[in-house]
C-alpha cells in the first residue's frame, strides 16, 4: 500500500637598490563566503522557478496571487529525501545545484536573509507533519529541521484524522495572522496520509510614503477594453523609481515600503493599452527583474486597492513543469521513510490586501530599458489590468496578475 505525503593568494616582491615606486594594487575583494554563494545561487533560481510556475497558474480574464518561493521551498526539502527520476525532476524543475548540501544551505541563507525587516513584518514558517507510526530516516529530519527551518510534529492520521487536519489548518491561521484559513478542506487529509509539508509566509508593510485616504475615491478600472467597474482608487504624488519596458509595450513603477535597512517593495507593471497584459506576461521571462526601474523622479499615481484571495491546488501545474513521477506511487522518495510515500496534493491559498496604509499579504506552500533624464515627471495610472511583484532583496516574494482589483478567486 502506498501512503500520501501532502509536501577567494596575495604575494609580494621587493627588489634591492633603488627602483622607482610603484603604487600598491588595490586589494582585491573579499571572497563572500559559501552561504552567501549558495543564497545568491538558489535565490536565481527561485525566481526563475517562479516567472514559470506563474505562467503554468494564470488564467486569462482571472487575478492570480501565488507565492512561488512557498511551493519552492517544500519543493527543495522533498528533493532531499527523493532519488532516482523523483529527485531528478524536481532538481531540473527548480535548477538546484547537484550537490544537494549546498542547495540546503543556499536555502538556509535564503531564509535567514527573509528577516530582519525593520518596520516591516516578513515570516517565514515551515512545518513537517508525520504520522505517529512513520519513522523518519534522520538525515532527512535533520535537514527539514536544520536547513529548513521547520518545525516537526507528530499527528494520528490513521486514528484522528480531522483533528490532525484542523491542527494543521489552525497553525496555518495563527502563521498567517488569521488570513489563511481552512487551507486543507474535510477529506483532504486521511487515514492514508502519512506526512504533510506545510510552508506559510505572512507580509505586512507600511508604504515609504502612504497616500492619503481623503484622496481615495472610485473611478473607473478598464477589465477589458468593452468591460469597466467602478472601484475604490488611491491617488498620490510620490519620487518613486520608474522604468519603459517597450520590448513588451509597458511600464513599471517601484513603491517601497518601510523595512528599516532592507530593500522591499512592491513593482507595478503596467501595459500601455487597456488589453496588453498577454504580450506583457508572454515577455516576462526576458525582463531583467532587477532593473525594471533605472528612472527616478515625480509620479502622479493612481492605484486602485486591491483585495484577492486564491486557492491553487499546484499538482497539474507542477506536472506541466516536469514534476510528474512524485505524484506517482512509484515515487521514489526513500530518503524521507521506507515506507512508500508518494505526494498526493500541493496546495496553495493567498490573500492579498492592498490599501492606503501599505500591503498585507500571506500564502500557506535581453531587453533594452528606455532611459530618462535625471528627473522627470511623470503620470501613472493604473486602470486597467497590470502585474505585481512583491520583493525583498530582489527575492520574488510574491506574484500576480489583478483584473478586477477587488474580486477574490476561491
Not at 488564467?59 to 528533493?79: G, Y
Request: net charge negative; with cysteine; aromatic share 8%.
Amino acid at each position: 500500500m502506498r501512503a500520501s505525503l501532502v509536501i577567494f593568494t596575495t604575494f609580494a616582491l621587493a627588489a634591492l637598490g633603488e627602483s622607482t615606486p610603484t603604487p600598491t594594487p588595490a586589494p582585491a575583494p573579499p571572497t563572500p563566503p559559501a552561504s552567501e554563494v549558495a543564497r545568491q545561487a538558489v535565490t536565481a533560481a527561485a525566481n526563475a522557478f517562479s516567472l514559470r510556475l506563474y505562467q503554468a497558474v494564470k488564467a486569462n480574464a482571472s487575478n492570480v496571487v501565488i507565492s512561488p518561493l512557498s511551493a519552492a521551498v517544500l519543493l527543495a526539502l522533498t528533493r532531499h529525501g527523493a532519488a532516482g527520476a523523483t529527485e531528478q525532476q524536481i532538481a531540473s524543475a527548480l535548477q538546484l545545484s547537484t550537490d544537494r548540501e549546498t542547495t540546503a544551505t543556499g536555502y538556509g541563507a535564503l531564509l535567514d536573509s527573509l528577516q530582519n525587516n525593520g518596520e516591516a513584518v516578513l515570516r517565514t514558517a515551515n512545518r513537517l507533519y508525520a504520522h505517529a507510526g512513520l519513522e523518519l530516516k534522520e538525515s532527512f529530519r535533520s535537514t527539514a529541521t536544520g536547513s529548513f527551518r521547520a518545525g516537526a510534529e507528530e499527528l494520528d492520521f490513521v486514528n484522528a484524522t480531522d483533528a490532525s487536519r484542523r491542527a494543521i489548518n489552525t497553525w496555518v491561521e495563527q502563521n498567517t495572522e488569521g488570513k489563511i484559513k481552512d487551507l486543507f478542506e474535510e477529506g483532504a487529509i486521511t487515514q492514508l496520509t502519512r506526512l504533510v509539508l506545510v510552508n506559510a509566509i505572512y507580509f505586512k508593510a507600511g508604504w515609504w510614503k502612504p497616500f492619503e485616504v481623503s484622496e481615495t475615491n472610485s473611478s473607473v478600472f478598464h477589465v477589458t477594453p468593452t468591460s469597466q467597474v467602478n472601484v475604490p482608487t488611491m491617488h498620490g504624488t510620490f519620487q518613486l523609481d520608474f522604468g519603459e519596458l517597450p520590448a513588451v509595450d509597458a511600464k513599471a513603477v517601484r513603491l517601497p515600503y518601510k523595512a528599516g535597512d532592507a530593500q522591499m517593495s512592491m513593482v507595478i507593471l503596467l501595459p500601455n493599452t487597456v488589453d496588453g497584459l498577454e504580450r506583457l506576461e508572454a515577455g516576462l521571462d526576458q525582463l531583467d527583474l532587477n532593473n525594471l526601474t533605472p528612472g527616478f523622479g515625480e509620479v502622479i499615481l493612481s492605484l486602485p486597492k486591491i483585495r484577492i484571495e486564491s486557492k491553487y491546488n499546484l499538482k497539474e501545474k507542477l506536472k506541466e513543469l516536469g514534476i510528474t513521477e512524485l505524484f506517482n506511487p512509484s515515487a521514489d522518495l526513500s530518503g524521507i521513510s521506507e515506507h512508500n510515500l508518494y505526494v498526493d496534493e500541493v496546495v496553495q491559498k493567498t490573500f492579498i490586501g492592498v490599501d492606503e496604509r501599505g500591503t498585507e499579504a500571506a500564502v500557506a506552500t535581453g531587453v533594452n530599458y528606455q532611459s530618462y533624464a535625471a528627473y522627470t515627471i511623470v503620470e501613472f495610472n493604473v486602470d486597467h489590468p497590470f502585474l505585481i511583484i512583491i520583493e525583498k532583496d530582489n527575492i520574488i516574494l510574491f506574484l500576480g496578475r489583478v483584473c478586477n482589483p477587488q474580486n477574490s478567486d476561491q
